[in-house]
């Protein structure tokens, strides 16, 4: 009978010594989810755009629309989340374009149009510091007219970029603290703080930016709890708001309708009101 038992905690201490070191070969491969199908284009909606090309840090060659609004004011900067690419996000651009802002989206390496290069946290971090310095030293953009946005993973790209620069404000949805953290919300029982070789710590960089900061997170969130939103907000500086939605990860700020589209609208609109440019 014992060999039986010692037999089978083996079994499963070889399974989960396995699978531990899966996770950290491949974990690249769960948090990338990039797709090459372009599902439609601004033009499908009514939207006016450029195609644009430009090079990344290390010269990979990204892709990106950008959507141009009748006036001269701020431009919003998109940064998406882990899967899919901009096509996903038409519907998002057309909120700010109504709301009086152009707005440029792009795509990683590898996601969508761009040159297919391999993922890393450096490599998408390059990706959006290119994409900051294509508004400002293509289209002649000051940073206090640029905004960036950034959705769950985007969020962290957005983060990092805020704190290098000098952007108007920074907008984060559906943000992690870091991805460690949201793996030990999926993953309880691996060791994912060990394991991780990919961080994103969005807290961190949050506490260093200098400009307002909105923080829009869904309570019914089912992957990135709202306590790290909330942990988010704390951290950062002042001025910053809060807006609270409901919905699933990827559906909430559709779903919540004029809960997310007030609270975004009368955040981007706080920035150039008199008490804000004293």
Known sequence: MKKRVYFYLALILIAYGLLIGFFYVYQERLIYIPSTEILSDPLHYGMEFEEIRFPSEDGTI??????????????????????????????????????????????????????????????????????????????????????????????AQAAHVARRFFPKALVLESTFTSLPEVGKHLYPWLPVHLLSRVHYPTLEDVKAVRCPVLIVHSSQDELIPFSHGQKIFDAAPEPKSFVTITGDHNEGYFTSGKAYTEGLNTFLASLDSPAESE
């Open 62 to 155: 990204l892709h990106g629309w950008f959507l141009p609004h009748k006036s001269s004011g701020p431009v919003v900067l998109m940064y998406h989340g882990n899967a899919g690419n901009i096509s996903y996000m038409i519907d998002s651009a057309k909120i700010l374009l109504d709301m009086g802002y152009s707005v440029f989206l792009f795509d990683y390496r590898s996601y969508g149009l761009s040159q297919s290069k391999p993922l890393s946290q450096e490599a998408t971090y390059m990706d959006s510091r290119a994409a900051y310095l294509w508004l400002k030293n293509s289209k002649g953009y000051e940073e206090n007219q640029i905004i960036v946005h950034g959705r769950s993973l985007g969020g």
